[in-house]
């Protein structure tokens, strides 16, 4: 029997203000068995690039990544926001390893080819390198992975975290039962969006098709939730989308196939 | 028998321009066997540190770490500096890892006590865990060390790059014969500190003694040759002081018991 794996992706605000990083890493630390920790940090590289005099331009939610923006993303997410959640959890008792898809060569992507928009220095992952990883995670250890990846020709490329996580998620999968857990600012997919007690509890294929024909599911929701059916596909036990005090998501909305 | 492993550290200045990183990493790539790369980054940082408007301020050649300062040098040399070299690594073929000493613990340091001056969060190496990393080492990883270690308590600490290395050194000497190379802007310990030719091919403890008196050896590299002489002790087969276009030490002076 597969040894279980959480794999918990957070967004960048809670990672970004001291509080809210504590009650996270107390919280991450408490949840039994082998664990994954994906960080985002898009607040701080803004506020980083805006000190730096770089404007940030953004397309459908997504960082226009010029060479300088790299730069930024590079400094801010594999150094500020990686080694300080590191650090927090090795004072916690748990032995982080902080990572970009570079070390390790754990995963790698391909520059976005330029459509209508070019995104710059921005990945889409191709290969994903589990074995060292489900190694180290075996033997203990606790990754903490930062949305950048690298294209094996010396770029380094600024990479979507929820993907990082759903990719990440998949390739352990041949090693561990995995559970991902998305967590976000809300507590699950809502029926109705303005309730927020009126969480969805479980979500499978059926269901899903149902409510999207009914508008309950919707926008941003319907990728998410379609990323999240390809990483069950895939071998992914569940994913769970919740809100970010909630890790071992209890509360939140179960995506089963 | 042991296996050879060659830690190279190399200054800030060759890592912050792209032609001398790119000659570097070559030539580092070209090294047989196993090894380990630890790099600095201190003129970016303090670059960096500019263009936020924070003030450097250095004393005796160390940089008074304030919280501020410790934010920047963690994106720069955790994040910008590392994260370049393990990229351009893994494109010359090279399974590199990048990591700080809050990174699988693997460097543990005590914030320097306030004495005339205060540092601020500058890290003294107190205990390096070694284990996982020659694990690594073993399995053909190239380890890539920023001159970042932690306290255990959630306090990242900034550390001066030579004592990454010897204390690497140190600590690996268990598990390999480790040459540790320090590569700077000479060719070497100089006979005439104005002619570049006039390398001193071997230093032992009594032609060191022996220099010293004479004045030959003098200044900053009185320490630096102190702490070659303190890694031996420990272990570590040799340490080679040379310029950075010379990462085999054939030119440069060799450090022995």
Chains 1, 2 share one sequence.
Do not use: W
Not at 171 to 188: H, I, N, P, Q, W
């Amino acid at each position: 029997m597969k040894r279980k794996l959480t794999i918990i992706k957070v967004g960048g605000k809670i990672v970004e203000t001291p509080d809210s990083l504590d009650a996270l890493l107390h919280d991450f630390s408490m949840l039994e068995g082998h664990k994954v920790l994906v960080h985002g940090g898009g607040r701080t590289a803004t506020q980083i690039a805006t000190q730096l005099g770089i404007e940030s331009q953004m397309h459908n939610g997504r960082r226009i990544t010029d060479a300088e923006t790299l730069k930024v993303v590079t400094m801010v997410y594999a150094g500020l926001v990686n080694k300080q959640i590191v650090c927090g959890l090795q004072a916690l008792g748990h032995n982080a390893l902080g990572l970009t898809g570079a070390d390790m060569d754990y995963m790698r992507s391909e520059k976005r080819p330029v459509g209508e928009i070019d995104y710059g220095f921005v990945g889409d992952v191709k290969e994903v390198r589990a074995d060292l990883l489900a190694d180290l995670i075996e033997k203990g250890l606790t990754p903490v992975l930062s949305p950048l990846t690298h294209d094996g020709k010396g770029h380094l490329l600024n990479t979507n975290a929820d993907t990082i996580a759903g990719e990440a998620a998949k390739a352990l999968s041949r090693y561990f039962d995995v559970t991902l857990v998305y967590c976000f600012e809300k507590k699950g997919v809502l029926m109705k969006e303005t309730d927020d007690d009126s969480v969805i509890p479980v979500i499978n294929h059926d269901t899903f098709a149902q409510y999207v024909q009914e508008g309950v599911v919707a926008g941003g929701m319907i990728p998410k939730l379609e990323n999240a059916f390809q990483a069950i596909e895939a071998g992914v036990q569940a994913v769970i989308i919740t809100r970010s005090d909630d890790l071992e998501g209890k509360n939140g909305t179960r995506v089963q196939a």
